[in-house]
């Protein structure tokens, strides 16, 4: 069983971050690796970026494909590209925002979300309404923490993101905290123990529910609106994205991934 | 790890259908056993059985405690008595009809739900209403079959329930199905394999869910809502689920749970 | 026209209390009187306790149908057991949030709910949904003092269950307050008087709403969802409970209901 | 306690229909008379017409606040002006679209409505959707009768009602069906006979929900949104509807009310 | 391109305004002006009041489809009679609150209203619903300076809305504002540039959004639910509304207007 | 006033099309130009292809910026891209799903969508709930045809087309049709004479909005969630994406915009 876990950003450290944190939780069997695209920004934290950062989450998509890679996490709390990155994949394509939430509303009738920057905070209501957890969810908080800042030790992150969630549980009247972004993935265990409700990093979350999801054996249909993408033109700069048929797969490769 | 799965009626073949279904999913490492009550109706199909079938089920939740069980699973697709579970439980309890959502929700933008009879339609819409997949279910079919019946050789369960699978997801539109009823849970592959979209056992992915939870320590808080019900008189025939103050545990202990 | 006021709770102060409260807004041609279970947890502050409280409910129920009453009140604020008890009358049964819910709603644009412990607010919040009423409530508050101190006159209750109502509706900007308690129902003149909107008690509201239905009518269907149970084996402890066909009745009967 | 119908259109024939149906409800102790303004249209089956009701409608309500009246019932499906009622009177003021949909939720999980023409359904959708019952509504739907051919016995309409009544039960999955018309009053009984679920009458549901209101004090709270309307210049034709400061009452009252 | 701004009060003062608002804004080929009732009350501040605007307002809408207006603007924040007025016109007809809505939902995520009284709040609420901006409202505010006060220079009308607007943004987290009462015309700019967010005046929102609708041909059906209300007999008082068929026109017309 | 539609895919005619579609509405005193991205895909019907049109279109949102565009059109009915895009520009940016539903919504209570493949039915229903006109539409119809179909004359599109919309009214009782593609815009007139319900093309609604955004001044704060993208490296295919901190403009430029 292989979960890939793809850092959609082009930040060396937060790739091995998410790696780590979801080595730690998969459990035995479970052959977990983590990547980054070869293109895009250096973190996400605007529409802007989270657009840009699509083609380069699809490129390892398409690449992960090649390899059999059975499940992919989306390790960006904006979920981006979700829905493009479950048209090339034959297994399940999970975000760390949808993770995040299911697990907590599996243990809490209402939680609480602590996130980066306030500008984010749009995009989680957003997603919070198109999976069906606008009312499990009790508020959603930003800490003004760059994504970047989050893993410098002299940021004081740690404390920081630690208060936000102790302010948003009493707030809220919540029962669990949902992590806003995957670079605070190491803090998870030390904010549970000081607040006292669970605390769920969307990246664990994502990779024990993929395999979840794979030991029971429920993949994606591969049809309707999730269908491969149809072969057609794509010109210009991103012209090594155009599909071209597939000869010998169900699903079509690209033509020209720009791998490495 | 230990997962328990709780077969709330009283009828043990279908306490051993389940524990098979839990355990052909639950992966290296996880213990999986499954248990029924030692009371209450033979099969549940209307509301005054799902509320006679809750004392049975508290009372193993109370047994599992005292044996140091990880995480429940309530098999059975009303989700009875789930709440008043969770109060006794320091870990994960998880309902069959919520981990089936979850589990269509991570991989199906909309999926359909097939149940037994058509007077346990609207429990189904209560759940999801509650549990907010409202939206992402498209229909909720009955295939008008006791539950008892199920698995019955000679009723002709599978086709009509296989059948009411293709009608479902071809009137609803709908990217994938899950089975009403733990009973089902023998027919998930077979059905799959029939109508070309996932199907899901909820029995399979509530087990495997559990384990996601525990793997990455998510447990409920067991405080404000769902803290330890206070001790407090229970008079006449249920006497001895009256919770008496716990010695040396954290959670009260029922005072004399008639177990075997 | 005979309305049975079931008090799910073994305190016999409690039953004597809402009869009172029933009988005291019944009106010309209407029997009232209370009763309480065989069976069950002195107060109910928990799902646990709630749970535990169903059956002797039921019994309740049964008991009223052999003796021919009209229509039952549940005057606990959580409702429970009402679908169940549905199923086994052919009368109206009605639960007091949810009168209380409907009478402030005919009064009032937006009312506020003020109840006993913090604990029970995610379980009103749960009935607003399932009723329609999320939109018209506008805020529920506890006043964290148990069931059964409330009538302790050295409690203080009335001066801080008062103090909690005029906060709510400040606060909420409301235009009525629904008592989240039965046990609240000899304080309704008193804090109306005090805050100058209305008041609900929902055993008051129950009773003159099943009235109204039973002047109209409109009864329950009987058919469908809420149909009798079918007769089938009920074990161990609960086994009095067991349904068995009746002969010449259309509702069945408990075999054995521990009556006195 | 006096209850008075206002029938919100000027034919004679449905303020007798809808005084009858009320008075059959009503109970002991309890007067109920019927009225209908001196200005307006015939019928009701338009916005323009519903938008013309209305002046008539706040010139009885006016004039029953001079008389006494505790409460009043809306004679209109489509609720018309309801709200600016409500800022004239001390007590309750109900619609019959409100109240019906009131009962039938109190008796049904769901309830279909089956009304007059369909221009007016769009009008019963907005009105469940204010009152909270847009789910507990399985559908709306129309019988193509004008109101004033209702009480003509040549136009076959309790046939085509009822025929309406047992199609949109069978359709919707409803367990009772809420008359969409003040006009469909007689028909109820034969009805719910034929079809064999509750059948609600929204004058009779209205008139014993006031009275229900009333027995328990649960008056409005005469402030904020539905405080009495500030004196005011009012020109032209509706000069009558001045409101000046009233001397010696709470509510103002109107300069000239054409009565009678 | 005639678009008529009509002032559904009688005060000329802000039937002037209006006219400039919308004017101001209009642009090259379009011709606007702006009209009030001949009769109603002085301002609108209750729902009594706004059901008193009604007939005017299609007064208007009836003179205005003889003088061959090719849309309307109903500038009063309550949006009132707009369904009636609809059923007269054949083009479109917008309510400022509504076209204040779209206006600001098009340009940020969520907006703040800042109206008059606390009193109209409830029904800014129930138009934010009706029209499908309730998420997209992140909160209404009254300023509690009557509507007629607006314009007296002595009231500090324009300073107090100015920072009612700035708390608002600030407390809601809004990215615009929908100024609720078509008296506040002339502050938009004066707002817009002291708090930094797009400021909605509700005139010249409609205004141009009527403009758009017309450029495109995107005219109401005139069937269904709003065709031209049917011909019949309105006695008393309000008789000049009455309808007779019309003859050589598709549109009904009142038979006798009471023109100026 | 300077316009720009920006068709987000690199198909000539379809550009050339939107831009007559747009000026054929936009009126005096607008300047309307229409462009596409020198990169992407030649069609969207799929999520893949709507990431990879998205660059793209950023590309010319900069290039827009800084010719001193006022206003955008994006004239893909996903709206791809669109919160990306406004972070980029200083004025109003409308998706022609986005002001295709306003339009419909302003002019008739329910409206019918008919799109081209259903794969993209889904993402309709997304951008529905996501600007609030979920309840507004009936229904989301498919007609099968793929975007660069509709316009070849041997296709019989525009019969297909008006067939599933006449349907789509009849079946959703609906008041008026979004056409779901930018390349159905041609259509628009026809299908209206056919069917006799506003027919509401989303590049002329949009179009049209925007300039009535602009001749009120109504533009977005650019500030919070919307403010422009920080300044930060982008790697890769994707580099010439990077933002560098402009220096005498309140909004950065693209490093490298591959213009032409």
Known sequence: MHVRVINPNTTRAMTDLVGRSARAVAGPGVLVDAVQPTMGPASIESHYEEALAVP???????????????????????????????????????????????????????????TTLSRTVPRAHELLDRYGFAAACAGVHACEIPVLELDDPTSGALERVTAACARAVERDGSDAVVLGCAGMA????????????????????????????????????????????????????????????????????????PLR
């Open 56 to 114: 380069g989450l699809l490129e390892q998509v398409a690449l992960g494909e090649a390899q059999g890679v059975d499940a992919y996490v989306v390790a960006c709390f904006g979920d981006p590209g979700l829905d493009a990155a479950r048209e090339l994949a034959r297994g399940p394509v999970l975000g760390i925002a949808q993770a995040g939430f299911h697990a907590a509303a599996l243990v809490a009738r209402r939680f609480s979300v602590v």
């Open 186 to 257: 190491a803090f998870t265990g030390t904010i549970a123990d000081a607040i006292g409700v669970p605390v769920v990093d969307g990246v664990a979350a994502a990779t024990t529910l993929a395999t979840a999801l794979l030991r029971t054996g429920t993949r994606p249909s591969g049809r309707g609106e999730l269908a491969p993408p149809p072969p057609k033109p794509v010109t210009g700069l991103l012209h090594p994205f155009q599909i071209t048929p597939g000869a010998s797969t169900t699903r079509p490769v690209l033509s020209a991934v």
